[in-house]
Each structure stands twice: as structure tokens, then as C-alpha cells.
């Protein structure tokens, strides 16, 4: 009997989000700097939509808290101000290190469930 789906915010793919959204974020500033509306829709452009992130100034505030990003211009459009972000050094270095990981480590997971007849999805 298929399970219900978790409502509380602790299942699986909620999980897998908050531990990627900061690659996510570092990733596309990497591309260029960007707002905080301008990367929300950018996550949803290139994911089809599957990928957002509900709260993604704390992510944000966190980044720049460690270092990896920086406010490079605040602007004012249509009344409404728009901090873009930028990615520093620092955040270059710890996507790159972060990102080798994260390949390392989905490679492990995938030979571990390939075939296994454990799982009988």
C-alpha cells in the first residue's frame, strides 16, 4: 500500500533541498550576480519548476554570513529595492570542493541501490 506523502517538511526531497539550495544558489551566481526574485526564477526556469526554494533569503543571508557571497549593488526599480548578490572567492573554492563531494557521494549511493535486489521497486 503506497505511503501518504510527508506534509511536515521532513521527508526525503525536503531534506535533499535544504542540503543542495546553497550549491543551487552558489551555482547560478557563478553565471552572473543576481537578485533574490531573479534566482527563485531561474531555479524554477531551469528545473521545470520541480525546484524552489521557499525560503531562500535565510540561504542567502547564510552565504553571506559565510563569506561566499556579497552584495554587489542595491537598486531601486519600480519603488521596490533589489540587492544583487555575487559569489566571492571564497564561494568559488567551497562550490567547487562541495560539488566534488556531492558527485562522490550520489556515484557511491548509485552503485549501492543499482541492482540490488533488496529494493523491489
Do not use: C, N, W
Not at 510527508?6 to 526531497?13: I, L, M, P
Not at 526556469?45 to 542567502?60: H, K, M, N
Amino acid at each position: 500500500m503506497p505511503k501518504a506523502p510527508d506534509k511536515s517538511g521532513h521527508s526525503f526531497q525536503a531534506y535533499f533541498k535544504r542540503a543542495t539550495s546553497p550549491l543551487v544558489v552558489l551555482r547560478l551566481l557563478l553565471e552572473k550576480p543576481m537578485y533574490g526574485y531573479e534566482l527563485t526564477q531561474e531555479m524554477k526556469r531551469r528545473s521545470g519548476g520541480s525546484f524552489t526554494i521557499s525560503v531562500l533569503y535565510p540561504v542567502l543571508y547564510r552565504l553571506e554570513k559565510q563569506g561566499f557571497i556579497e552584495t554587489s549593488d542595491s537598486l531601486t526599480v519600480d519603488g521596490r529595492a533589489r540587492s544583487y548578490y555575487q559569489i566571492t572567492l571564497a564561494g568559488r573554492d567551497y562550490l567547487s570542493e562541495t560539488l566534488a563531494d556531492y558527485h562522490m557521494i550520489s556515484s557511491v549511493f548509485e552503485k549501492l541501490v543499482e541492482g540490488s535486489e533488496a529494493f523491489d521497486l
